[in-house]
């Protein structure tokens, strides 16, 4: 039986012929932009399916929480304030592109059984005195307290489960973690296929003996903590420990974001991402050099054309001196104008130099 048939509904898999990355879609769309990098169609593996890696349905999923409504308002609250913002960049052509998607991540349970030792960390109060001088009352002794921490050694031994260790699916996991914060996963529910009618499902591109690497320094730091909350310490340093795991248990569990975009100065797509849990949103806001050079110009037009009236009026002062004065007065407001021409493109050049974020 396909891997494929597990996920309860009609679907294929598709591959971006630009950025490589691998989707599960519904078998009847067609015509797909990518939501990663949105710079071209998807195309529809026909041929090797069964060869793919990871093509299983997953566990769990962690619903959207956030409705469209709201990913719509966070759109608004991105496209807003942007100065000469690119034409693309609008709520309404953000909002008309956004594509529902979810990304993998593995979960991982195991046993594990282990020696360990560490430096335990307990808080004590230590009473001082301090001389002050002010001026009001001269010198005065005052009473400080200060905390301390008192380090002792122990070493134990453990045997314990341990559930729900998070480890990369993705190559991108940390970036894609950076950019939409990490999804708390108290909300989690079983994979049903519904999930699908309207969003994409990427597909793990990191094996669990891969993602092993990031999984083990997440047993130990839950091992250190439940080693210091068993000592009843504040602090825990030096664990060390020599493990011994058991049992493992892959987890494959999806997390919801939305995906869309919009065209910069030079036609490139900018990718804007919302996570479907927090609402965060992550993508560059860009102003346009293009636009402020464009404002630039009409000023500098406007300013032309006031010159040439005033030096017309100028002209016409030989004949009736008054006019000269009005024509001089043009003259200045024409110069001011034209300088004037410099504004937009410092605006938008400094809106600029804030750091672009990108994956
Ligand atoms: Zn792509």
Not at 9 to 28: F, K, M, N, Q, S
Not at 67 to 75: F, S, V, W, Y
Not at 82 to 105: E, H, K, S, T
Not at 192 to 214: F, G, K, N, Q, Y
């Amino acid at each position: 039986m396909s891997e494929l048939t597990g996920w309860g509904t009609d679907v294929g898999i598709a591959v971006c012929p630009h950025c490589d990355w691998r989707y599960l879609v519904p078998a009847e769309k067609t015509t797909l932009r990518c939501p990663h990098c949105f710079a071209a169609e998807l195309d529809l593996v026909t041929e090797g399916v069964e060869q793919l890696p990871y093509v299983r349905p997953p566990e769990l999923v962690t619903p959207f929480t956030v409705t469209k409504t709201t990913a719509d308002k966070r759109i608004e609250e991105f496209a807003d304030g942007i100065p000469f913002a690119p034409r693309d960049l609008n709520p309404d052509a953000l909002r008309g592109r956004v594509q529902p998607l979810y990304l993998p991540m593995w979960l991982v349970d195991g046993d594990v059984t282990a020696t360990w030792e560490a430096e335990v960390g307990f808080n004590y109060n230590v009473v001082s005195h301090q001389e002050r001088y002010s001026d009001g009352s001269g010198w005065a002794t005052q009473q400080v307290q200060e905390t301390r921490i008192r380090w002792e050694p122990r070493v134990g031994q453990l045997e314990r489960h341990y559930d729900n260790i998070v480890a990369p699916a993705l190559e991108q996991h940390a970036a894609m973690e950076q950019a939409l914060g990490v999804y708390a996963l108290d909300n989690t529910q079983p994979y049903v296929a519904s999930i699908l009618e309207s969003a994409l499902v990427r597909l793990p591109d990191r094996a669990p003996e891969a993602a092993w690497a990031d999984a083990a320094p997440a047993f130990q730091a839950a091992a250190g903590e439940e080693c210091r909350q068993a000592a009843g310490a504040d602090h825990i340093r030096q664990f060390r420990w020599s493990p011994t795991y058991t049992s493992q248990h892959w987890t494959l569990l999806l997390l919801p974001l939305y995906a869309t975009y919009y065209l910069d100065d030079e036609g490139q797509p900018r990718p804007v991402l919302i996570n479907g849990q927090s609402g965060r949103v992550f993508g560059a806001r860009r102003a346009s050099m293009q636009r402020a050079q464009h404002t630039a110009l009409i000023i500098v037009a406007v300013a032309a054309v006031l010159f040439l009236l005033s030096l017309a009026v100028g002209v016409a002062g030989l004949a009736v001196p008054p006019l000269l004065a009005v024509g001089g007065i043009g003259g200045v407001l024409a110069l001011c104008v034209g300088l004037g021409a410099i504004i937009p493109i410092v605006r938008a050049w400094q809106f600029n130099r804030k750091p672009v974020e990108t994956l």
